[in-house]
């Protein structure tokens, strides 16, 4: 099975940027929605922003007019801008697959990154 391999996160100081990408480990066939989860310490993992058909977005209303979620389809990759940072980001974040086509009738639902871990701190 494919792996989600996350990069780009790392320490920031608060109002700082970063910009996490995921993108499959193998040669996959497509993916369908794509996204980016975070769970901080002892809180329950939640959506941060998702991708859809057709470039449709959600975001979490505590990120809104900070991340913006891309996404290249030609090479199946998800990016996560995140700007003005604040400490209550400091979170892993997940890269996250709704599906994953392996070939033209073959798929996997919900497939997840590693994980990156994202520390906004002065």
């Known amino acids: 099975q494919v792996q989600l391999v996350e990069s780009g996160g790392g320490l920031v100081q608060p109002g700082g940027s970063l910009r996490l990408s995921c993108a499959p480990s193998?040669?996959?066939?497509?993916?369908?929605?794509m996204g980016w989860y975070r769970q901080a310490p002892g809180k329950q993992r939640e959506l941060v922003a998702i991708i859809r058909h057709g470039a449709r977005t959600n975001y979490a209303d505590s990120v809104k007019g900070r991340f913006t979620i891309s996404r290249d389809r030609g090479e199946n990759t998800v990016y996560l801008q995140m700007n003005s940072l604040k400490p209550e980001d400091t979170a892993v974040y997940y890269c996250?697959?709704?599906?994953?086509?392996?070939?033209?009738?073959?798929?996997?639902?919900?497939?997840w990154g590693q994980g990156t871990q994202v520390t906004v701190s002065s």
């Open positions: 193998g040669s996959i066939f497509s993916i369908e929605a």
């Open positions: 996250y697959a709704e599906r994953v086509w392996y070939s033209e009738f073959e798929s996997v639902n919900d497939s």
